[in-house]
């Protein structure tokens, strides 16, 4: 059975500080993806990064970074100097991976971030 | 538009009354998925598509829920002796393949929300 779980249901700090939201995943498959998705208050979800199981390396986009480590099952999101405009609902998703045919996509339950001027 | 269109965007429905919602979603893409986002909570899967083809209808709450999808394109979400509790915004996303394997990025559609008295 596939699960993730994002246990912060709501961060709030002060806008330009960093903040990490957590995402932990369970899966059986040895070939599965991960990703992250933000949904601001307009609704409209938005895809930020998909990573495959066998990279492992950290990535950064600007002031966004991703870590992700299988030996802890966690694919955890750090914006850097947040600001107003990072607020919003930020979803984790798992799929394992299939060469035919596409499969579930399953999302955490999210996390509510505000950002405080 | 080039994006996911659903509709209806509102439906006010009285409770034991059938609905229908419709997905078109992105020209080419051949992955459909419907969520269920009750309001503030997570993404609750209810099925996909890969053509017209439904491999997991495992989400589907009960046997008053039915998606079909015709032609590789338009799906359409029923739900019949409607409920309070399927209040709920109901988001269609698209999903090309991708770098050889299916497990590409979602396209959300801005969603269809459901309002049962």
């Known amino acids: 059975a596939q699960k993730v779980t994002q246990a912060q249901t709501e961060i709030s700090v002060v806008e330009k500080e960093d903040v990490t939201l957590d995402c932990v995943y369970e899966t059986r498959d040895t070939t599965y993806y991960l990703f992250w998705y933000k949904q601001p208050p307009s609704g409209e979800l938005v895809f930020l990064i998909r990573?495959?199981?066998?990279?492992?390396q950290n990535e950064i986009s600007g002031r966004y970074s991703w870590n992700f480590q299988k030996s802890t099952s966690s694919f955890n999101f750090t914006i850097t100097a947040s600001q107003v405009v990072d607020s919003a609902v930020y979803f984790c998703?798992?799929?394992?991976?299939?060469?035919?045919?596409?499969?579930?996509?399953?999302f955490g339950s999210g996390t509510r971030l505000s950002i405080r001027p | 538009g080039a994006g996911v269109s659903q509709s209806p965007s509102n439906k006010v429905t009285e409770k034991g009354k059938d609905v229908e919602l419709r997905c078109d979603p992105i020209s080419g893409h051949t992955a459909l998925y419907w969520y269920r986002q009750s309001l503030g909570q997570g993404l609750e899967f209810l099925i996909y598509?890969?053509?017209?083809?439904?491999?997991?209808k495992s989400g589907l709450p009960s046997d008053r829920f039915s998606a079909e999808r015709t032609g590789g394109s338009v799906s359409t979400l029923t739900i019949q002796r409607t409920q309070q509790e399927d209040s709920a915004v109901y988001l269609c996303?698209?999903?090309?393949?991708?770098?050889?394997?299916?497990?590409?990025?979602?396209?959300f559609g801005e969603g269809s929300r459901l309002t049962v008295l």
């Open positions: 598509f890969q053509g017209n083809s439904a491999p997991d």
């Open positions: 990573r495959n199981s066998f990279d492992e």
């Open positions: 996303a698209s999903s090309p393949r991708a770098w050889g394997d299916w497990a590409g990025e979602l396209f």
């Open positions: 998703a798992l799929t394992t991976s299939r060469y035919s045919s596409a499969s579930k996509i399953i």
